[in-house]
């Protein structure tokens, strides 16, 4: 800091103590009282240091439009409330006489004080760092802060435990009891050893525990080859363990007889269940839609013909219990107006429409171009006596529109249509048609 010697100077001719007092000497001590002001940006850019109380006046530090700090003195009223929307400030200068000379804006003062109104010259009041949501709060002198310091620790630990809340830590663990599980409420991760066996006898297995809010625990165990079993805790009491079983678009399909059984894992509220059927794709295209360039309209492009899977009048099965076997039924279709009979029936009767008979009074298949006549009549080129139809049945998502998006793998299958020798209530013997369903 800046230092005079006033009482000790000595001059070239051996006074002391005689400072001289002279406008540089004022320039001096100005530029010590600045740097003391520096010391106030330590607290921040703007800050209250002291509230006016109506009497005495308060104290703000400011940093000005120069970038400079600045000490102000703030008037003793108005007093602060929530309508301030301002510290403003305001510039006065006077004239000083001395010696018949009149010296010009040689002093200048600047106050400040609270204003709803902005002045030429004014900070907003949010600005300041000790005042938060529209109410001051008390500027953190060194006993505030030593207050905070001395409960750092605690919140240090507070937000640790926190952290690795959110972390699992992995443990290992030999021979645990059904009383230790059901202690476990911190989440981690154990991989247990010759511990109590809760499923299938197995006693090494990995038991994952995580917290759900405040009160409820989720422990899962997992044994061998990715089998899950869950349970929750309500914050009074275990609920009983349940097997998760697999999430993902996957569908197992069983035939007995003319049953078509299906099992699939837990599916969510967007998923369907559809039946399919394969067709042919025309070997030609048209791009001239109404949205479509103009020199497209009622074109027609010629592109690779295939056989592809479509949704098969709109038909959507109903879904089973996730794990469980079950015998799936129609829930929707596309027109209910003319195919609502289809609704509640099993696949033998959705698929029946693909056997029919055709003009001449021929038997046919769909997508299949051959004529099906009955073994009493001779098998010749362009007919047959037995046929199948390429069907498949899927897990999807399905669009807006009706369409249907990207789902899991097709379970191909195949409608058959064979034919059964019998005899007639005369010994006549005949033919009858049989339908019945394989996996491709």
Known sequence: MKTAVYTEAVTAT????????????????????????????????????????????????????????????????????????????????EDIKADDETYKEARIYRTAQFTNTKGAESYDINSFVNIKNKMLGEFPTNTLLSTRIDNMPQTVLNYLKDVLAEKLTAKTITGLTSKQLDGLKTPCVLSCTASVALFSGVTDYTVVITTQGSKMVRQEVIQGMDCHYVRTFDGTNWGVWAQQTETAMHLDVKIVGTKVYLRHGALGSDCDIVLLRKKKRSAYRSTGGAKSYSKNKGVRKKRQPKNQYVHFKGIRLSKGTPGKWYVPKCISIDDPSTNSNMIGKELPTLCS???????????????????????TTTNVKGTCHKAYAPIGVQIARLNATGGKDSGGEIVRMKYRVAQRKYK?????????????????
Not at 26 to 50: H, P, R, T, W
Not at 353 to 375: D, T
Not at 424 to 438: H, N
Request: proline share 4%.
């Open 14 to 93: 051996g006074g002391v103590g005689k400072y001289p007092l002279s406008t540089e000497t004022l320039d001096f001590i100005q530029d010590q009282i600045k740097l003391l002001e520096l010391l106030a940006g330590l607290g921040g850019s703007n800050y209250i240091l002291k509230a006016p109380d109506g009497t005495n006046p308060g104290v703000a530090v400011v940093v000005n439009a120069q970038k400079q700090t600045e000490v102000l003195e703030i008037g003793p009223r108005p007093l602060y409330s929530v309508a301030v929307k301002y510290l403003t400030v305001t510039t006065t200068k």
């Open 353 to 375: 429409s693909l056997f029919y008979v055709g003009h001449g009074g021929y038997y046919r298949m769909q997508g299949l171009r051959k004529k099906i006549v009955l073994k």
């Open 424 to 440: 007639t209530s005369s010994g006549a013997v005949t033919y009858g048609w049989i339908r019945s369903f394989s996996l491709e």
